[in-house]
């Protein structure tokens, strides 16, 4: 896949396979049967990098962490790119089902995504 391509929603939900599509993960929620969401984030990341790390030609991939205000420098952009928007979590939080202060989304309302679901159009 060319290094400027973006994912496509609808491509992906239309495809049931491709050698150029692949898992994003960025939080680890269960490993070896163990539960580490009591872990801070940073230290869920580290494992979940080391973890991919390991299988080398895996599908999954992790994004890199970026630290510091991120609503102004990357969410600016991931819109000017034309992202859905952006996920910033606070890096010493527990993960926690539902609604937090410490996970926050930022949508780009320009986005394909958020004007099909503006328009009620689901998959």
């Known amino acids: 896949m060319p290094a400027r391509s973006l994912a496509s929603f609808d491509l992906l939900c239309n495809r049931t396979h491709t050698k150029h599509a692949f898992d994003w993960a960025f939080d680890l ?10 872990e801070p984030l940073d230290r869920r990341r580290a494992e979940l990098q080391a973890l991919l790390k390991a299988v080398r030609r ?3 991939r992790s994004n890199d962490a970026v630290t510091g205000d991120g609503r102004l420098s990357l969410y600016a952009q991931a819109c000017a790119m034309g992202l859905e928007g ?20 930022a949508k780009n309302p320009a986005s394909l995504a ?10």
């Open 86 to 105: 952006i996920v910033s979590k606070r890096a010493t939080s527990r993960y926690r089902s539902g609604r937090s202060a410490d996970w926050v989304r």
């Open 29 to 38: 929620l269960v490993l070896d049967g163990e539960d580490p969401r009591a």
């Open 58 to 60: 895996s599908a999954w």
């Open 114 to 123: 958020a004007r099909r679901e503006a328009e009620g159009v689901g998959w």
